[in-house]
């Protein structure tokens, strides 16, 4: 809601920079729930704007939210090509909150391609920045994602800890990806009741309608087929 009014506001006061971190913001928050035909146009309306204005910043936020796109879609080297052009203007152009947020996004990359080296140096990477943005979010997604190595390399108890710590206090929408990990653990030990029952609680959490859509919620009905 905050972001709408921000993008009225702007859209009143012919303020473009403003309206375009707005409508980034929002964009990057929509690709966990909504589907292409949705977010192409938002996209397109995107990169003109940035592309208008010149601002390297937001040339860097558009990057990263186009790789988060393409890492959710399979696309992991075009990801990664976005990636490595952010990367390239923050050489230039350094700020401490969107390279950690590139790290942060890397990681996960890394993580789907199962490279798990990778995805520890990108966290490790992302969390050098942590006393510079105490951006809490970043680190919320690095668990995750080391967890979900974790349980790859056979480190359950690790990722176990890992996974319950974000389920305490964390957003909803960090739960649900914390339950849909847990489920994949105990899927992994063969403790069937145990992920079932796991299942069952992300289930419960749904709430919104729009919430069955997020990536975590999609991935755990493959859990619940195997189970």
């Not at 009143?12 to 949705?38: G, I, K, P, Y």
């Not at 939210?65 to 230039?92: D, N, P, T």
């Amino acid at each position: 809601r905050r972001f709408q009014s921000a993008i009225h506001l702007s859209r009143e006061s012919d303020d473009n920079h403003t309206l375009a971190w707005a409508q980034l913001h929002v964009f990057r928050l929509l690709l966990e729930s909504e589907q292409s035909a949705v977010l192409a146009p938002m996209l397109r309306e995107l990169r003109h704007i940035v592309h208008r204005l010149g601002d390297p910043h937001l040339s860097v936020y558009l990057h990263d939210a186009v790789a988060a796109w393409e890492c959710e879609i399979g696309h992991l080297r075009e990801a990664e090509r976005h990636l490595s052009i952010a990367r390239s203007i923050l050489h230039k152009y350094p700020n401490a909150w969107l390279e950690q947020m590139i790290e942060t996004n890397a990681s996960s990359v890394a993580c789907v391609k199962l490279d798990l080296d990778a995805t520890r140096a990108h966290a490790r990477a992302a969390r050098a920045f942590e006393h510079v943005t105490g951006h809490d979010l970043s680190g919320l997604s690095l668990k995750l994602n080391e967890a979900y190595a974790e349980i790859w390399t056979g480190k359950f108890r690790r990722a176990y800890d890992r996974l319950n710590s974000v389920l305490e206090g964390a957003s909803a929408s960090a739960q649900l990806a914390a339950l849909e990990s847990l489920a994949r653990l105990h899927l992994a030990l063969n403790r069937l009741d145990d992920c079932r029952e796991t299942l069952n609680r992300l289930h419960s959490m749904l709430g919104s309608r729009s919430n069955e859509t997020l990536y975590s919620v999609r991935w755990a009905s493959v859990s619940r087929a195997k189970v």
